[in-house]
């Protein structure tokens, strides 16, 4: 027998692993600290911006004081539960604004999806070459970087291809945050509308019961984890909003959440925006930001121009149609069409549409473009 076999029959026994950590008050406040401190921030964010009667003050004002506490390096985080809850709410609301007149319109979106499809070729195509010839990004990162889909998605599709999976999240993150942003200051100083710090509430909405408050509450308790089973595209919105809107376009149910729910699920998922630039190191921000800086004014100038071409020929107002084709976030958007009271449920389809297509196409393409095309 050798001396390292016999060190391993006569050493000593380990014993049971030891116990995890008794939950004290210290390992409490240590574990949910990022989390409080993340959402004291961007709820007072959120009433500042309320006080000043910002446009979206809840979820502009979360998302900018927690993008600023982020990259001041403040430990912030956001728990995957809660946003997914307050995000589910906000599908709910998106859900209401459908009403059985919605269904008669359906068809008059044809064409519309048609503009949102060349609208997305041309984003898609400006973004790859910015990120590819001025950033030097490799072909799979620019692609994925440069596709208006959802943020998770694009990340997940392009790391299974081989892609930087952290600039594709910091640059889909930094264009949501900045759409959000700029989407406002257009419909001020260039359609001389002012955007209310929340969406107004109907004269005519009846209130809440029992009877309506649990049926809401079912649409997000079973649509968000069926949405996620399912994997459905930006599902924890679609799958509450799906059943919100059956319910509204049945004529089952004709109320909404109260805003004060609405305003705490804005704070929510405005911080959970905010959140996503913590802990990025200088070099990588700089660079990643910057390029997604001049992508999403491109877009937005895409989008605009597009709008002002398309809207008047298909008969859909001016600012519904701009909301459905620049590449805000769903849920950030249609909020927006809510406050403004123009509709929502076009602009909401919309999104979803795009979404989806460039969720399910994207990948598809790329596989088949990059065999014939070094790019």
């Known amino acids: 027998m050798t001396q390292e076999t016999s060190r391993e029959v006569t050493a000593p026994s380990r014993g049971p692993d030891p ?53 001041a390096g403040v430990r912030i985080a956001v728990p995957q539960p809660l946003r997914l809850g307050m995000i589910a709410i906000l599908g709910v609301m998106l859900g209401s604004a459908f009403s ?85 200051l257009y419909f001020r100083f260039v359609e001389g509308i002012v955007i209310p710090a929340m969406p107004p509430t109907p004269a005519d909405m009846p209130p809440l019961d029992l009877t309506e408050t649990g049926l809401l509450f079912l649409c997000a308790a079973i649509g968000l984890p069926l949405a996620l089973r399912l994997r459905l595209p930006a599902g924890p919105l679609v799958g509450p909003m799906t059943l919100s809107a059956l319910l509204h376009l049945s004529g089952v149910s004709h109320v909404a959440p109260p805003n004060e729910i609405i305003a705490v699920a804005q704070v929510v998922v405005g911080t959970a925006i905010g959140t996503r630039f913590a802990g990025l190191d200088p070099r990588t921000f700089r660079r990643a930001v910057g390029l997604s800086c001049l992508t999403s004014v491109g877009m937005v100038a895409i989008g605009v121009a597009t709008t002002f071409l398309a809207a008047p020929l298909l008969g859909i107002d001016r600012s519904a149609f701009l909301l459905s084709v620049v590449p805000g976030g769903l849920a950030e958007m249609s909020v927006i069409a809510l406050s403004l009271q123009v509709e ?21 393409i790329f596989q088949h473009v990059r065999r014939f095309i070094q790019f």
Do not use: C, Q
């Open 344 to 364: 929502t449920a076009f602009v909401s389809t919309m999104h979803i549409v795009r979404i989806t297509l460039v969720v399910v196409l994207a990948p598809l």
């Open 100 to 184: 059985p007149e919605t269904l008669n319109r359906l068809v008059e979106w044809g064409a519309s999806l048609l503009v949102l499809a060349l609208a997305l070729s041309a984003m898609t195509a400006l973004a790859y070459l910015i990120f590819r010839r001025l950033g030097g990004f490799d072909p799979v990162s620019a692609y994925f970087s440069a596709t208006p889909g959802g943020l998770s998605e694009m990340a997940l599709a392009g790391e299974s291809l081989g892609a930087d999976v952290r600039i594709i999240s910091l640059v889909h993150a930094t264009r949501i945050l900045l759409v959000v942003s700029l989407i406002p």
């Open 19 to 71: 116990a995890p950590p008794a939950w004290t008050a210290a390992n409490l406040w240590a574990r949910t600290r990022p989390s409080l401190t993340a959402l004291a921030i961007g709820s007072a964010g959120g009433a500042l911006f309320f006080y000043l009667n910002a446009p979206l003050a809840w979820l502009l004002g979360a998302m900018l004081a927690t993008t600023a506490a982020a990259l």
